[in-house]
T-cell receptor
């Protein structure tokens, strides 16, 4: 069974902390994505990666960075967490031509 | 830049009734997805529409795509309570690299 696994279902962090959200896929997909989901705003693309060590900014990259050292793993980094980064974070992966797209179960991050 | 708009944002309907959710997008795309999300859960793929005139059906849901009008519809036939969820459309946007842009979602509440 194919899987996109996000390391934490719930996280609570303090303002100013450095936060790592991890995502691992087992489908050998080239494309990986990080979205955040907020009520009334839908899913907004933060960053995506189309190959190892390759990354591109999405629509709302400010305050975030990413790392893709291995094909199966895509990490989202909040350098200094702020309360407005409290959100649901969703990771996804796909083949290059988007024939299938799979989502992880999400990480609900609360920054206090 | 691609914009994806869904309407309505919220839909309350009675069991047994029919209704349609609309998804408009602003630039050319040849691939559109519909997803379902239950509260607190991740996204579940419903349909992938790949060409103009494509129509797909699963149970009480039917999706169609008109690439010339840049419009997709998700039609609900004889709604049942189990269909209550948030429905998202998403469009592949090609530039230097492809990315997937989501609409804001339609919250569907089916009342007994």
């Amino acid at each position: 069974d194919v899987k996109v696994t996000q390391s934490s279902r719930y996280l609570v962090k303090r303002t100013g902390e450095k936060v790592f959200l991890e995502c691992v896929q087992d489908m050998d997909h080239e494309n990986m994505f990080w979205y955040r989901q907020d009520p009334g705003l839908g899913l907004r693309l933060i960053y995506f990666s189309y190959d190892v060590k390759m990354k591109e900014k999405g629509d709302i990259p400010e305050g975030y960075s990413v790392s893709r050292e291995k094909k199966e793993r895509f990490s989202l980094i909040l350098e200094s967490a702020s309360t407005n980064q409290t959100s649901m974070y969703l990771c996804a992966s796909s083949s290059p031509i988007f024939e299938k797209l799979f989502f992880g179960s999400g990480t609900q991050l609360s920054v206090l | 830049e691609l914009k994806v708009e869904q309407n309505p944002l919220f839909l309350s309907m009675q069991e047994g009734k029919n209704y349609t959710i609309y998804c408009n997008y602003s630039t050319t795309s040849d691939r559109l997805y519909w997803y379902r999300q239950d509260p607190g859960k991740s996204l579940e793929s419903l349909f992938v529409l790949l060409s103009n005139g494509a129509v797909k059906q699963e149970g009480r849901l039917m999706a169609s795509l008109d690439t010339k009008a840049r419009l997709s519809t998700l039609h609900i036939t004889a709604a049942v309570h189990d269909l209550s969820a948030t429905y998202f459309c998403a469009v592949v946007y090609g530039g230097a690299t492809n990315k997937l842009i989501f609409g804001t979602g339609t919250l569907l509440a089916v009342q007994p």
